[in-house]
């Protein structure tokens, strides 16, 4: 069960970095926070 967790959070977390590295998150935060309440 332990094992089966642990590779699954792996694979979840690969996924994740995996779909999400082509994102531009600075302009995506940087966007945000322009319209933001600062």
């Given at each position: 069960?332990?094992?089966?967790?642990?590779?699954?959070?792996?694979?979840?977390?690969?996924?994740?970095?995996?779909?999400?590295?082509?994102?531009?998150?600075?302009?995506?935060?940087?966007?945000?926070?322009n319209e933001g309440s600062?």
């Open positions: 069960a332990l094992l089966a967790g642990s590779v699954g959070l792996f694979v979840m977390l690969a996924l994740v970095m995996f779909f999400t590295r082509r994102v531009n998150w600075y302009d995506l935060r940087l966007g945000s926070a600062t």
